[in-house]
């Protein structure tokens, strides 16, 4: 009964051999024949926004994302296939804490852009969301004292430029709004 039980816990305490002892090979397959490429509308020859619809997929088969994508998001990838970012989605740059003579330029092709803080040096607090306009294009985060600009390279008129029919919101003031500009 000892020897029992003796052998039985060495079993469990044993390795487990492996059932195949060779390894898996890989190898790579030639084609010759060459794939006939999709007649796809390249980055550059996108136009209208008839060029920004996709021809969908073959019935009977899934559609790729190039295949089914319209509009932005075609764009998007069309731009990505040609190693252009169209949204410019690089961080912003954290090696150095914006000054008023010197703030850290934000991009923006729209009216208003979010940007995010998270200090200097980088990861120093919780990010901290701020709100730049075409009319404020300054912003100081209030963490840190960070200063960022608003960069506008959208068209400089709107097309849709029907705004004066609207109230004329004003944006609340702030401490910012009654310091004197000699004081920067």
């Given at each position: 009964?000892?020897?029992?039980?003796?052998?039985?816990?060495?079993?469990?305490?044993?390795?487990?051999?492996?059932?195949?002892?060779?390894?898996i090979a890989v190898?790579?397959?030639?084609?010759?024949?060459?794939?006939?490429?999709?007649?796809?509308?390249?980055?550059?020859?996108?136009?209208?926004?008839?060029?920004?619809?996709?021809?969908?997929?073959?019935?009977?088969?899934?559609?790729?994302?190039?295949?089914?994508?319209?509009?932005?998001?075609?764009?998007?990838?069309?731009?990505?296939?040609?190693?252009?970012?169209?949204?410019?989605?690089?961080?912003?740059?954290?090696?150095?804490?914006?000054?008023?003579?010197?703030?850290?330029?934000?991009?923006?092709?729209?009216?208003?852009?979010?940007?995010?803080?998270?200090?200097?040096?980088?990861?120093?607090?919780?990010?901290?969301?701020?709100?730049?306009?075409?009319?404020?294009?300054?912003?100081?985060?209030?963490?840190?004292?960070?200063?960022?600009?608003?960069?506008?390279?959208?068209?400089?008129?709107?097309?849709?430029?029907?705004?004066?029919?609207?109230?004329?919101?004003?944006?609340?003031?702030?401490?910012?709004d009654y310091v004197?500009?000699?004081?920067?």
């Amino acid at each position: 009964m000892f020897l029992q039980r003796s052998a039985v816990a060495a079993a469990r305490r044993a390795a487990a051999a492996p059932a195949l002892r060779r390894g898996i090979a890989v190898t790579a397959v030639r084609r010759n024949d060459k794939v006939p490429a999709p007649n796809y509308k390249t980055f550059n020859e996108v136009k209208t926004a008839q060029d920004l619809l996709g021809p969908g997929a073959k019935p009977g088969t899934v559609p790729s994302d190039l295949e089914q994508s319209t509009g932005l998001e075609r764009l998007e990838i069309l731009g990505k296939m040609e190693g252009v970012d169209i949204f410019d989605m690089r961080p912003l740059d954290a090696s150095r804490l914006g000054t008023m003579a010197d703030p850290i330029l934000v991009r923006s092709a729209g009216d208003e852009q979010y940007a995010g803080c998270t200090g200097f040096p980088a990861d120093s607090h919780n990010v901290i969301w701020l709100g730049m306009t075409r009319k404020r294009p300054i912003e100081r985060c209030p963490e840190c004292g960070s200063v960022y600009k608003m960069n506008y390279v959208g068209p400089d008129d709107d097309a849709h430029g029907h705004h004066d029919h609207h109230h004329g919101f004003e944006e609340p003031k702030t401490f910012a709004d009654y310091v004197k500009p000699e004081y920067y």
